[in-house]
């Protein structure tokens, strides 16, 4: 089986981080590891507080993983402090890590800060380089590039220009776009866009890391980056067209969508 790793944190309510991360791979047949960076006291209205993980213990996480179940992916989301990249990347070039998919976590879905200002600039410099696909969104791409990111022109400039200073590909992710959700794929000099449907379902709780934990599981199980992004996209619209809705506030996606047997029915009343 094919195994794949999550270097992020934890969500108590279970829709985004870690747990989104697991069921995810899961659900894509992969086989799942954690590596947790910080715990955060989080339901679908917002982050009430966050622990964050100590480099040290950070890096026994990554020893522990990688000397014994070697992943085939890893999938990186969010990391809050700078002493914690570093650590990530010590160890990922340390152990050769392949297939690294970098999610620039900066603001949860509710608005909470996810990342310091100071720590952008070590994700940036330490982080991106090691990355095979790097997957922000619009506000996201936004900060990285310093322009504003209005029009699917300004997407591809944005993409092209991350993509030549970071040499890696890029898909910038279109979920905060009004009308569709088109995220573009920029890699090797090229661009393709991958096209989705918008789904009318405010419940969007987790699904950025539930697109780049999806990536990592195709990568892990040896689809070429342009497959994994298709199966991806594929993935979280089925998550989301299951119209899940829990919670008071953006609540979760339903990872078991695709899973149908014996042990995932409810007793009847
Ligand atoms: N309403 C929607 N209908 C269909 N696809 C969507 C919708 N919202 C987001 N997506 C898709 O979900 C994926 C994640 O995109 P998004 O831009 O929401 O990421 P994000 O902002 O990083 O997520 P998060 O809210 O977890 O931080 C993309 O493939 C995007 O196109
Ligand atoms: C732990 C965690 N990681 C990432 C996100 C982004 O959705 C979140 N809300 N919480």
Known sequence: MRTAVTIA????????GIQADIKTMMANGVYAM???TALTAQNTTGVTSIL???????????????TDIYPDAVKIGMV??????????????????KNIVVDPVMVATSGARLISEEAVETLKKELFPL??????NIPETEVLTGMEVKT???MIEAAKRISEEYHCAVLCKGGHQLNDANDLLYADGTYRWFNGKRISNPNTHGTGCTLSSAIASNLAKGFS?????ERAKDYISG????????????????????????YTKEAEV
């Open 9 to 16: 944190g934890s969500d108590s309510s279970g829709g985004a």
């Open 34 to 36: 954690s590596a947790i």
């Open 52 to 66: 964050n993980a100590t480099p040290e213990f950070l890096g026994q996480e990554l020893d522990a993983i990688f």
């Open 80 to 97: 809050s402090e700078s002493s914690l990249i570093r650590t990530i990347a010590a160890k990922l070039r340390q152990y050769e890590a």
């Open 131 to 136: 990355a095979c696909v790097l997957t922000p």
């Open 152 to 154: 699917t022109e300004d």
């Open 225 to 229: 980056l342009e497959e994994s992004v």
């Open 239 to 262: 998550a989301l067209a299951a119209m899940l809705d829990l919670g008071k506030g953006s609540g979760p996606m339903d990872h078991g969508f695709a899973i149908d047997n014996a």
